[in-house]
């Protein structure tokens, strides 16, 4: 399974960024790649309802990207076989956490543990956690990431409404 961007690449951005990965090596026998790869996952499985256009190689290409008949925020097109920059960044910081903390990108979700109950002396109540609706809802939000990947992503219907209305 590919991953979104290089060994190489994490390395740079990691350095830029200011952050602290001395425990890792960059080799390809290291498990950089396969952080990459769980990162690409999140990425491509988060954001693809938001991404624009459609996969250039079909159902065959396992990521999301190169896509056909993608633009940016601005509506300027993206090469049909390119991956953008951002996709590759937002990758990074994913596998950035999924390195710092394995399994956190998507964490399992059982529905019965939204169940909670306390007892305090002779009382007993047990309640539904409404903060956690659905397995999705499980996933975190990493903010960083939602601002890399800005200008590629499209409005998830019936979530926003804006335009322009002229007479």
């Not at 991404?51 to 008949?69: H, S, V």
Request: glycine share 10%; proline share 7%.
């Amino acid at each position: 399974m590919d991953a979104y961007g290089t060994i190489e690449g994490f390395f740079e951005y990691c350095e830029t960024m200011g952050y602290d990965v001395g425990d890792l090596e960059p080799s390809p026998a290291d498990p950089v790649d396969a952080i990459l790869v769980r990162g690409s996952v999140y990425i491509d499985g988060k954001y693809r309802a938001q991404f624009i256009g459609k996969k250039t190689g079909g159902r065959a290409q396992d990521r999301e990207w190169p896509r056909t008949g993608a633009t940016d925020a601005e509506n300027n097109p993206i090469p049909s076989d390119e991956v953008p920059a951002e996709i590759e960044r937002a990758t990074y910081e994913a596998a950035l956490r999924e390195h710092e903390n394995p399994g956190s990108l998507v964490p399992d979700y059982v529905a019965a543990e939204r169940v909670k109950s306390e007892t305090v002396g002779p009382l007993s109540v047990t309640y539904v956690d409404s903060t956690v609706m659905s397995a999705a809802d499980a996933w975190p939000v990493i903010g960083v990431i939602d601002m890399i990947l800005a200008p590629l992503l499209g409005v998830v219907q019936g979530s926003f409404y804006f335009g322009e209305v002229t007479r």
